[in-house]
């Protein structure tokens, strides 16, 4: 049996930090990627994710598939505080080859992942920004 549940973020989550974003590739064949049925790319992202378990920090490197045309966070540098859009948690029953269930198998995926980070330009301290100049 197959179940997927949407994740809320914010409150899964202290932080996503991005790590990297790689092809992914098909079972038994290092070298081709995987694609969907329609023909579009399959991608895997690392991340670093940050949360509470039992009142301490904790962090863990978690793997998420995407499907894009284009490499996605093609843009973003390591460590960049990130959101996924569409974020979703996947269970599925493992099995032995008697079909016995034997645990779960899960596995993440969203459809974007978008950076958190402000790009608005910071002001220097003791010195106020443009707007406030000019009032």
């Known amino acids: 049996m197959i179940q997927n549940f949407a994740i809320d973020q914010a409150a899964t989550f202290e932080s996503l930090l991005f790590l990297s974003c790689e092809p992914k590739t098909a079972f038994g064949d290092s070298f081709r990627q995987e694609t969907t049925k329609d ?29 894009s045309e284009r490499a996605p966070g093609a843009d973003l540098a390591p460590a960049t505080p990130v959101e996924l859009v569409g974020f979703e948690i996947g269970v599925m029953d493992k099995k032995d080859r008697n079909g016995n269930v034997t645990g779960a198998q899960v596995w993440y995926r969203c459809q974007e992942v978008r950076s958190t980070a402000s790009t608005a330009p910071r002001s220097r301290a003791g010195q106020g920004s443009q707007a406030e100049a000019a009032s």
């Open 39 to 67: 023909g579009l790319p399959k991608w895997e992202a690392q991340l670093v994710a940050r949360f509470r378990q039992f009142g301490r920090a904790t962090n863990e490197i978690i793997k998420v598939g995407l499907v």
